[in-house]
């Protein structure tokens, strides 16, 4: 069974910065796209980033320019680096092993909680 280990998050004030890693276990992530989620105080959860095998990269239209997903497979660890960090990025997130379709393939991890607050 593949799993998720979130870590990297915290305490932030606006304009901060973090850098989330997801260990992943249970499968080689070099041959799937991989994707970050946040769920927020609204409960839902939301697509932030994903990396697809060849590297190619997509972001949700609030993160995109602040946040950076990158992914070390000899390590099979995915990254994401947030800048600018602003109190609607509060949120649990999440990291997904993803078919080539972007279905999301497995239970959800624990997930890291980041707090944006002054």
């Known amino acids: 069974q593949v799993q998720f280990v979130e870590s990297g998050g915290g305490l932030v004030q606006p304009g901060g910065s973090l850098t989330l890693s997801c260990v992943v276990s249970?499968?080689?992530?070099?041959?799937?796209?991989m994707a970050w989620y946040r769920q927020g105080l609204d409960n839902k959860r939301n697509f932030v980033a994903q990396?697809?095998?060849?590297?190619?990269?997509k972001y949700g239209e609030s993160v995109k320019g602040r946040f950076t997903i990158s992914r070390d497979n000899a390590k099979n660890e995915v990254y994401l680096e947030m800048r600018d960090l602003k109190p609607d990025d509060t949120a649990v997130y999440y990291c997904?092993?993803?078919?080539?379709?972007?279905?999301?393939?497995?239970?959800w991890g624990q997930g890291t909680l980041v707090t944006v607050s002054s």
């Open positions: 249970g499968s080689d992530v070099s041959r799937y796209a």
């Open positions: 990396i697809n095998i060849f590297a190619a990269t």
């Open positions: 997904m092993r993803q078919a080539i379709d972007g279905t999301n393939l497995d239970p």
